[in-house]
Nanobody, 120 residues
Framework: QVRLTESGGGLVQPGGSLRLSCVAS????????MGWYRQTPGKERELVAR???????DYADSVKGRFTISRDSSKNTVDLQMNSLKFKDTAVYYC??????????????WGQGTQVTVAS
Protein backbone atom coordinates (compact mmCIF):
# COMPACT_ATOMS: atom_id res chain seq x y z
CA GLN A 1 0.00 0.00 0.00
CA VAL A 2 1.01 3.59 -0.61
CA ARG A 3 0.62 6.11 2.15
CA LEU A 4 0.99 9.89 2.21
CA THR A 5 1.75 11.45 5.57
CA GLU A 6 1.59 15.20 6.15
CA SER A 7 3.15 17.15 8.97
CA GLY A 8 3.89 20.72 9.95
CA GLY A 9 0.43 22.14 10.46
CA GLY A 10 -0.48 24.15 13.49
CA LEU A 11 -1.51 27.51 14.86
CA VAL A 12 0.32 30.58 13.64
CA GLN A 13 -0.20 34.33 13.91
CA PRO A 14 -0.94 36.46 10.86
CA GLY A 15 2.27 37.26 9.04
CA GLY A 16 3.95 34.15 10.34
CA SER A 17 5.29 31.13 8.52
CA LEU A 18 4.81 27.40 8.47
CA ARG A 19 6.41 24.64 6.48
CA LEU A 20 4.30 21.63 5.57
CA SER A 21 5.91 18.35 4.65
CA CYS A 22 4.56 15.22 3.04
CA VAL A 23 6.27 11.90 2.56
CA ALA A 24 5.07 9.09 0.32
CA SER A 25 5.86 5.61 1.53
CA UNK A 26 5.07 2.06 0.54
CA UNK A 27 5.30 0.27 -2.77
CA UNK A 28 6.51 3.03 -5.06
CA UNK A 29 8.25 2.78 -8.38
CA UNK A 30 7.93 6.41 -9.35
CA UNK A 31 6.28 9.52 -7.94
CA UNK A 32 5.00 11.73 -10.71
CA UNK A 33 2.97 14.87 -10.05
CA MET A 34 2.71 16.01 -6.44
CA GLY A 35 0.71 18.82 -4.97
CA TRP A 36 -0.93 20.55 -2.06
CA TYR A 37 -4.64 21.30 -1.77
CA ARG A 38 -6.69 22.92 0.95
CA GLN A 39 -10.29 22.91 2.10
CA THR A 40 -12.42 24.88 4.53
CA PRO A 41 -15.90 23.99 5.81
CA GLY A 42 -18.55 24.62 3.19
CA LYS A 43 -15.99 25.18 0.47
CA GLU A 44 -14.68 22.99 -2.30
CA ARG A 45 -11.18 21.66 -2.08
CA GLU A 46 -8.87 23.97 -4.01
CA LEU A 47 -5.47 23.60 -5.54
CA VAL A 48 -2.68 25.38 -3.72
CA ALA A 49 0.33 24.29 -5.74
CA ARG A 50 1.59 21.42 -7.87
CA UNK A 51 5.05 20.30 -8.84
CA UNK A 52 6.63 17.86 -11.26
CA UNK A 53 10.17 16.60 -11.43
CA UNK A 54 10.87 19.67 -13.55
CA UNK A 55 9.55 22.16 -11.03
CA UNK A 56 6.34 23.92 -9.99
CA UNK A 57 3.57 24.10 -12.57
CA ASP A 58 0.66 25.66 -10.66
CA TYR A 59 0.08 28.12 -7.85
CA ALA A 60 -3.26 29.43 -6.73
CA ASP A 61 -3.49 33.16 -7.33
CA SER A 62 -4.16 33.71 -3.65
CA VAL A 63 -0.80 32.23 -2.62
CA LYS A 64 1.51 33.40 -5.38
CA GLY A 65 4.51 35.19 -3.97
CA ARG A 66 3.89 33.83 -0.48
CA PHE A 67 3.98 30.03 -0.81
CA THR A 68 6.69 27.90 -2.36
CA ILE A 69 6.36 24.23 -3.26
CA SER A 70 9.40 22.00 -3.50
CA ARG A 71 10.20 18.31 -3.61
CA ASP A 72 12.97 15.86 -2.95
CA SER A 73 12.49 13.04 -5.40
CA SER A 74 15.13 10.87 -3.74
CA LYS A 75 13.09 10.88 -0.52
CA ASN A 76 9.59 10.99 -2.08
CA THR A 77 8.74 14.16 -0.22
CA VAL A 78 7.02 17.40 -1.11
CA ASP A 79 7.09 20.53 1.03
CA LEU A 80 5.08 23.72 1.11
CA GLN A 81 6.75 26.76 2.59
CA MET A 82 4.06 29.23 3.62
CA ASN A 83 5.08 32.79 4.41
CA SER A 84 3.12 35.92 5.22
CA LEU A 85 0.18 33.83 6.32
CA LYS A 86 -3.25 35.41 6.37
CA PHE A 87 -6.54 34.58 8.06
CA LYS A 88 -7.88 33.29 4.75
CA ASP A 89 -5.14 30.67 4.62
CA THR A 90 -6.80 28.80 7.47
CA ALA A 91 -7.77 25.38 6.14
CA VAL A 92 -7.02 21.70 6.18
CA TYR A 93 -4.13 21.13 3.82
CA TYR A 94 -3.90 17.87 1.90
CA CYS A 95 -0.97 16.31 0.15
CA UNK A 96 -1.64 14.67 -3.20
CA UNK A 97 0.57 12.49 -5.35
CA UNK A 98 0.30 10.58 -8.60
CA UNK A 99 2.26 7.42 -7.89
CA UNK A 100 3.19 4.53 -10.12
CA UNK A 101 3.83 1.01 -8.91
CA UNK A 102 3.77 -2.38 -10.55
CA UNK A 103 0.42 -3.44 -9.09
CA UNK A 104 -1.74 -0.35 -9.50
CA UNK A 105 0.13 1.50 -12.23
CA UNK A 106 -0.54 5.24 -11.92
CA UNK A 107 -2.91 6.21 -9.09
CA UNK A 108 -3.73 9.43 -7.26
CA UNK A 109 -3.23 9.27 -3.50
CA TRP A 110 -4.22 11.68 -0.76
CA GLY A 111 -2.92 12.31 2.70
CA GLN A 112 -5.14 12.59 5.75
CA GLY A 113 -4.74 16.34 5.95
CA THR A 114 -3.08 18.70 8.38
CA GLN A 115 -4.80 21.69 9.97
CA VAL A 116 -3.38 25.16 9.48
CA THR A 117 -4.96 27.87 11.60
CA VAL A 118 -3.99 31.51 11.24
CA ALA A 119 -5.27 33.55 14.16
CA SER A 120 -4.17 36.34 16.43
Amino acid sequence: QVRLTESGGGLVQPGGSLRLSCVASGSIVRVNLMGWYRQTPGKERELVARITSGGPIDYADSVKGRFTISRDSSKNTVDLQMNSLKFKDTAVYYCQADIYNWSTRSIDYWGQGTQVTVAS
